[in-house]
């Protein structure tokens, strides 16, 4: 492989790990923010615990994913100088801001819901996990902008050997943005709804002493994800309307291919959501030999928003911008074959590494259950510390 091809190979690798995690936490932050509203209202012990438990995860899935970030971040500057110094004016402005409302106002949110637990007025602290909803899906807006210029560059002109921003309002109204959004934001609903289905049916099937906590979190996990599969599937049909002729034709199999499947299991899994897994809903928790099956079905939706990426990504090349600049154009100089190697397999186990943990650690949580959870514990519930008694 040439350099061209392993800076590719690294952004795809880099970028694929990264965007589990961020469909996650799209998923997930609504559904505790609903939680909690609902603990709020009520007062009631299950919804309190539904908040913790689920809380918790997203707290793990969050701390993690926001490194992976800042891999994709050091990327731009170190192997791809060329998009910089020709778009950076444009691109850069979206990827400013999705910094500043993710690393800032995102994880400043997050800290005062997760250390305001007992210390902050209780509607002070709902407002928290909101206000976190919302810089989520703030900060992804503004990736799918960045990303979207690449894709159709609206809003600039090319003044000598760079682009200049002339309409800030193109930029946000983007065709291919408009769609490609609530597109994500329907997938990250789909992926959260669908770890609740699995993890409570797990729960069940182990004969879990909370049942009405994990028929509640299977029940609103299967209304969830077929919310989300409606609205990935209309804004992933409307999004062709947009594409341009031949973007995904037989001259670019490596596109065609993730699309096509997508598009195939993207139906099929659809179809179940709807028409057998919601009709089912109320028995769903005490049919027993369902579960299983929903436990399997958990990663489909992680496999399928890879899928999407890959032939959203592939289908722009060679073009970094698209009828602007190559690919090959974009790159840093200077690189050599050993330098993008040794990042590669940098960042690879880096993140690699990262996604392993999240998984065991999510997975140690499901299988505890809602005990000793340490999101929101209060003295009461903390084990006494040995004091030195001489």
Not at 7 to 21: I, K, Y
Not at 259 to 268: N, P, T, Y
Not at 301 to 310: E, R
């Amino acid at each position: 492989m040439d350099v061209l091809d392993l800076a590719r190979t690294q952004f795809a690798v880099t970028g694929s790990l990264h965007f589990l995690f961020v469909v996650l936490t799209l998923g997930l932050a609504p559904l505790v923010a609903i939680m909690h509203t609902r603990w709020a209202m009520s007062g009631k012990p299950v919804h309190e615990g539904m908040t913790r438990f689920w809380g918790q995860i997203y707290v793990i899935n969050y701390a993690l994913g926001i490194v992976t970030g800042l891999v994709m971040e050091f990327q731009f500057g170190l192997s791809w100088s060329g998009l910089s110094h020709y778009a950076g004016d444009v691109f850069g402005a979206p990827l400013a801001m999705e910094t500043l409302v993710a690393f800032f106002l995102e994880s400043t949110f997050l800290g005062l819901w997760i250390f305001g637990w007992s210390r902050l007025p209780r509607w002070a602290h709902l407002a928290c996990i909101w206000l976190v909803t919302l810089t989520a899906y703030a900060s992804a807006f503004y990736i799918m902008v960045a990303n979207s210029f690449l894709q159709n560059p609206a809003g600039a002109v090319v003044r000598g050997d760079r682009m200049e921003l002339t309409d800030f309002g193109a930029l946000l109204t983007n065709q291919t943005l408009v769609f490609a959004f609530p597109h994500v934001i329907g997938a990250g609903l789909f992926t959260g709804g669908m770890v609740l289905v699995g993890a409570s049916a797990y729960r069940l099937r182990r004969r879990a002493q909370e049942v009405e906590f994990f028929s509640r979190s299977l029940r609103m996990g299967v209304v969830t994800a077929a919310i989300g599969i409606l609205l990935t599937m209309g804004f992933g049909y409307a999004q062709f309307a947009g594409v341009p002729e031949g973007k995904f034709g037989s001259h670019n199999v490596a596109a065609a291919v993730p699309l096509g499947f997508m598009i195939e299991f993207g139906q099929l899994l659809g179809l179940v959501v709807l028409f057998v897994m919601l009709p089912m809903i109320a028995i769903l928790p005490r049919a027993r030999w369902t579960h299983p099956i929903l436990i399997a079905m958990t990663p489909l939706p992680f496999v399928l928003s890879i899928l999407g990426w890959m032939a959203r990504e592939i289908g722009r090349q060679p073009w970094m911008i698209w009828e602007r600049l190559t690919v090959a154009d974009a790159l840093s100089p200077g690189l050599t074959a050993g330098m993008v190697t040794t990042s590669l397999i940098g960042f690879g186990a880096v993140l690699g590494l990262l996604a392993i943990v999240d998984y065991v650690l999510i997975a140690r949580v499901i299988r505890r259950g809602p005990h000793a959870l340490d999101l929101g514990a209060t003295a009461r519930e903390e084990p006494p510390t040995p004091a030195m008694s001489y």
